[in-house]
């Protein structure tokens, strides 16, 4: 896979971080080796290079800042199992990962959340709408047996599908497949709403969050009917490994600037590849309606 640095990046280096204040040329460097991983889900309508470089230029001008020349390796993984089978000292010191992969991965000890994504105006947990026309007919959810539904999947809504699963089995209505006539998963939007508000689909599903910034633009979209919502959700989670760090000034260093990138336009423009306005803290209350979702989901499945 080709990388490369496109100007948004340039701009990142001489804006955010400002480049004749970062460091001294003349300072001897010391050597050292960073491994970030990115979940696909993490990236869903992202550029994967876009991501990869954002993430270099990120890691190698922070370690400038703290005497460090980071050489950077990214990896993408396709779930959660590629970072679970990998031999301790080949695993990444960040990761980037939905809340739910997160707690997959929470009982194998190293990852550490730091770090969440913002839904929107800054808030890291959203709940999801279940929506339908609002001269649809349906009243319930059983009432979309046999109905097409719209679902926006992306960097930051992942989590709905498992919320919406959970709502089937609550009710004892099977699974998503065979309850839907068709399912339809889109990583934009206006694409997943649009057609549910003109009547072409029956219903949709997307972040309560997303709605909102919507429905602000278009006002008419509030003509739409709620048929389930869910608690708040957290949605994307930044981890560190617990061990494996050469320094714990660069540690540091990347999670504090990761905290600062909304506070420049350069800044900005990273946060708009990973689909997010921002980086805020990690609090572990914040994760405790996903822990309670996927403690429900395993107990059904057993």
């Known amino acids: 896979m080709q990388h490369y640095l496109p100007k ?5 280096v001489l804006v955010f971080f400002g480049l004749g204040a970062a460091f001294s040329t003349e300072k001897s460097l010391i050597p050292c080796h960073l491994r970030i991983a990115l979940l696909k889900s993490s990236l869903l309508g992202s550029n994967e290079n876009d991501a990869a470089a954002a993430f270099k230029t990120f890691a190698k001008i922070v370690g400038r800042q703290k005497g460090y020349d980071v050489e950077i390796s990214v990896s993408i993984f396709k779930d ?3 970072l679970r089978n990998l031999p ?8 980037l990962l939905g809340s739910w992969l997160f707690l997959e991965l929470e ?3 190293w990852l550490t959340p730091v770090a969440a994504s913002s839904i929107g105006e800054g808030e890291v947990c959203s709940p999801f709408k279940l929506l339908v026309p609002a001269k649809s007919k349906v009243k319930t959810l059983e009432d979309l047996r046999g109905k097409n539904i719209n679902i926006l999947f992306t960097a930051l809504s992942e989590i709905g599908l498992p919320w919406l699963q959970s709502l089937l089995w ?3 209505l099977g699974t998503m497949a065979s309850f839907f006539g068709d399912i339809a998963i889109e990583n934009d939007p206006m694409k997943t709403i649009l057609p549910v508000f003109l009547g072409q689909k029956d219903a949709g599903l997307i972040a309560a ?5 919507m429905a602000k633009l278009n006002p008419q979209l509030n003509t739409m009917r709620t048929i389930a919502i869910s608690a708040p959700l957290l949605c994307g ?14 540690k540091e260093g990347l999670v504090e600037a990761m905290l600062e990138l909304h506070l420049s336009s350069a800044g900005r423009q990273i946060l708009q590849i990973l689909k997010t306005d921002r980086i805020m803290s990690y609090h572990p209350e914040d994760i405790e309606t996903v822990r309670r979702l996927t403690k429900y989901l395993n107990e059904i499945r057993h």
Not at 8 to 12: D, H, P, V
Not at 209 to 213: A, L, Y
Not at 237 to 250: K, R, T
């Open 209 to 213: 969050g997303k709605f909102k910034h």
């Open 237 to 250: 989670v930044i981890c560190v490994n617990a061990a494996g760090w050469f320094s714990p000034e660069v």
């Open 8 to 12: 948004l990046f340039l701009a990142f």
């Open 80 to 82: 959660a199992d590629d």
């Open 88 to 95: 301790a000292e080949k695993r990444p010191h960040i990761v």
């Open 107 to 109: 009982k194998e000890g």
């Open 170 to 172: 609550e009710d004892d």
